[in-house]
């Protein structure tokens, strides 16, 4: 059995109780906003016998506040501000089978990590796994799954017009791996078919390439996502324009590990959703960029509510003008060093603007970020860090682009983690 508890504390120059506030209308003055709260995670697996093995994730408290408003740690079941977590759940339940033709899994699994950390969520996902041992040879090796998203009864006290006989919606994956001492790649296929919507046969389609590179001193990690296919509204009872999927995103770091100091170099990318246009351009939903990509303490952080949607909704709020809808172009370059065994720095800057502007005669730009970070090993096995972001924030926040202002903003975040 493993586990984490993370305990960790957080100061908002600007809040109004979710996320970050960056508009500042004439004689508005945004209140700062302070807060705790904490997370402990227990990883049980049960070995049956030599083929089966049982494994879950439990959350006791999952980004649970202190206190007792709401979604406090001391009101009753209560759930974070985001709504999606509850004081004590199961995150992950399932089962590993040592099958004759490959490793089997079913249940609850974790469903957001693949390739690098970008556009991951911490998520979960009810599926059927296998990787065959029969399409593995050498480096290569596959998995394919089904995973149920929705499961929708047909509702049969409306007109038969507006539903489909099967109203569930389905994802079904195939991947490849490539894996040696110096590389890790993948390339996935992915169907979604959503019949959810009654009135529309919607198949949403991606294509997601993946590799992570290191030899000697260098690293490059790279990741590229397609997005495509369509929505018909055949089945619609009131015209409706049929859409298609078409979207792009990537991501790209390069770096160098010199004795204690690694600079790093990234650049990564979301296409937004052009104004005006039928088709489904926006890549990032509201999920942003992921809950597990955070190179930066506040564009990409959890506690800000902007492209992070861990804590918060990310980027829909109207403080945040919508930043999921319109993308982002950014460009990091950081650098960590390692002061002993036990201390170690980070720092970082930022410049970033959004692909599309959701606003007419709206600003691109959302601003220069600056960073600096700690970390200070107390035991092997216990953690402290302090963490500090600026944003010199950019215009693209303003909600109306000739009056209003934006605020410069800052975050002040320190949190103590162990881990068993």
Do not use: C
């Not at 040592?98 to 996902?125: E, Q, V």
């Not at 390439?209 to 509204?233: L, R, T, W």
């Not at 015209?239 to 790209?252: E, G, I």
């Not at 861990?310 to 460009?331: L, P, T």
């Amino acid at each position: 059995m493993s586990g984490t508890y993370l305990v960790e504390g957080a100061y908002l120059s600007d809040s109004r109780g979710a996320g970050l506030d960056v508009t500042e209308a004439a004689g508005e003055n945004s209140p700062s906003d302070a807060y705790f709260m904490h997370t402990f995670e227990i990883r049980p697996t049960m070995k049956v016998n030599d083929k089966i093995t049982m494994a879950a994730n439990i959350r006791v408290a999952d980004d649970t506040f202190w206190g007792g408003q709401a979604g406090g740690d001391l009101t009753s079941n209560s759930t974070t501000t985001a709504g999606t977590h509850n004081d004590f759940y199961v995150h992950h339940l399932y089962m590993d089978y040592a099958s004759p033709i490959g490793k089997m899994r079913f249940g609850r699994t974790p469903a957001g990590p693949y390739g690098t950390s970008y556009l991951d969520p911490d998520s979960r996902g009810d599926r059927v796994m296998l990787w065959p041992s029969f399409l593995a040879s050498g480096p290569v090796s596959t998995l394919f799954f089904i995973q149920k998203i929705t499961d929708a009864a047909r509702d049969l006290t409306a007109p038969d017009a507006t539903h489909q006989s099967d109203e569930d919606s389905t994802k079904y994956v195939g991947r490849v791996y490539y894996k040696t001492a110096n590389l890790d790649s993948g390339l996935s296929y992915e169907v979604t078919d959503n019949q959810v919507t009654n009135t529309a046969d919607d198949v949403k389609q991606a294509v997601i390439v993946y590799g992570k590179y290191k030899m000697d001193n260098f690293f490059a990690n790279g990741e590229v996502q397609h997005f495509f296919g369509s929505k018909d509204y055949d089945h619609a009872l009131v015209a409706t324009a049929d859409q298609d999927y078409d979207s792009w995103a990537a991501m790209l770091q390069v770096g160098a590990k010199f004795d204690a100091l690694t600079p790093s170099l990234m650049y990564f990318y979301a296409q937004g959703q052009e104004m005006n246009e039928n088709d489904i351009e926006n890549h990032l939903g509201t999920a942003g960029t992921g809950d597990l990509f955070e190179p930066l303490y506040i564009l990409t952080g959890r506690h800000t509510g902007m492209l992070n949607n861990d804590i918060y909704s990310g980027g829909v709020g109207s403080n945040m003008r919508n930043m999921s809808a319109a993308g982002i172009h950014a460009v990091v370059a950081a650098a960590d060093y390692a002061v002993s065994n036990q201390l170690s720095l980070h720092g970082a800057i930022a410049w970033a603007q959004a692909d599309e502007e959701q606003v007419v005669g709206q600003d691109d730009e959302y601003g220069w970020e600056y960073n600096i970070g700690a970390a200070y090993k107390l035991l092997d096995n216990l953690t402290y860090e302090a963490h500090f972001g600026y944003l010199d924030t950019g215009d693209f926040f303003k909600s109306t682009p000739t009056t209003d202002d934006t605020e410069n903003v800052y975050i002040l975040t320190h949190h103590l983690t162990m881990t068993f």
